[in-house]
């Protein structure tokens, strides 16, 4: 009886001794770096949605990227991470097949970049994400179709994207990073607006979105913001033009080719300053939190007109013989009217 009990046990540990050494084994071959294709660093792997970890393993096999499929998928089981998300993953030269497992169960995909620069329009942004072949059929989308994939529940939707770096992966659409973008800016405008100066000449947020986008068009330079906007904002408060060149650029569209005319000063376009009283209808391009900020926080003084000095800043000035003093003197030999100011004219 003794000599049975020994001699099971002898197999019961000899057993044990052979799966424990299975597994180290197997752990082992799993803590192996991968193999790439040759001359290949790293290699982007597409995980379609509802495909299994089992599906996947097998897929890696077939292009000999993956040596145990079988075994990779039975720790996974065993440890109880056989999750996988859908997207594009990068598989590293190096790498071994656990830890591309634990890529998979993280959700760990590629995340690309696009950028947008503050002062781009509609049209702009459009036309950045249609040169990502993954956003390719933006363009055949119209403006309406694009805004309400995109939820902006607007009549226009210039000045509602927020200008930043936004991230997104293989599985994002355009209207996914027009929406967040959109979100963004009612979130950064609604607190701008709560915290506003008293006495401004806005009668909504969205005039002062409007007046963003003009700073942000008339200035790169981030210390004139502010004294941009208290020229723009003290000529609304005396009923003067605001008699600004990109808002006549904007109305022009595509009809502007570079330089503005005389002709074109006196088209009669909602966008033409110099021909409207007050606001154009509609922002003119995406303004950043800081043109919001210097449109909600203009800077006090008595300046009425500015004119540009040719080095990026501008001169301004009281009055308008002083200004036209500044356009001779920064302006000589161009064209012969005035920058961006004048008193209030009539039709």
């Known amino acids: 009886m003794l000599r049975r009990l020994l001699r099971s046990l002898a197999l019961l540990t000899a057993f044990l001794a052979c799966a424990f050494g299975f597994v180290l084994i197997g752990y082992y071959e799993l803590q192996e770096p991968i193999k790439l294709p040759q001359g290949q660093s790293a290699l982007v792997w597409p995980v379609n949605k509802g495909s299994s970890l089992t599906q996947v393993n097998r897929q890696l096999h077939k292009r000999e990227v993956l040596s145990h499929p079988k075994l990779l998928s039975l720790y996974a089981r065993v440890s109880g991470r056989s999750a996988i998300q859908a997207g594009h993953y990068q598989i590293e030269q190096g790498e071994t097949a656990l830890q591309l497992l634990e890529k998979f169960n993280r959700g760990a995909v590629i995340s ?133 060149d990109p808002t006549v650029i904007y109305g022009l569209g595509s009809a502007y080719k570079g330089n503005i005319t005389r002709q074109h000063l006196k088209m009669l376009t909602p966008y033409n300053t110099y021909r409207i009283n007050g606001l154009p209808p509609t922002p003119i391009a995406m303004p950043s939190a800081a043109a919001i900020e210097a449109a909600l926080h203009p800077e006090a003084g008595t300046s009425l007109y500015f004119v540009a000095r040719g080095d990026g800043g501008h001169h301004f000035s009281d009055s308008l013989e002083e200004h036209q003093k500044a356009v001779r003197q920064y302006q000589i030999n161009q064209r012969a009217v005035d920058y961006q100011s004048a008193p209030k004219a009539k039709n």
């Open 112 to 244: 690309y970049q696009i950028t947008f620069p503050e002062g781009w329009n509609f049209q702009q942004w459009v036309a950045q994400l249609a040169a990502i072949e993954q956003f390719a059929k933006i363009s055949e989308f119209s403006q309406e179709q694009l805004m309400a994939a995109a939820s902006i529940d607007k009549a226009h939707p210039e000045g509602w994207l927020f200008p930043d770096t936004y991230s997104y992966t293989h599985d994002d659409r355009a209207a996914d990073i027009l929406a967040r973008a959109h979100r963004k800016m009612l979130q950064v405008l609604d607190q701008a607006w709560q915290g506003r100066a008293q006495g401004l000449p806005y009668s909504s947020a969205y005039e002062a979105l409007i007046m963003a986008s003009i700073v942000e068009k008339e200035t790169g330079q981030v210390a004139e913001r502010t004294a941009i906007a208290g020229v723009f904002v003290r000529r609304l408060d005396k009923g003067m033009r605001l008699q600004t």
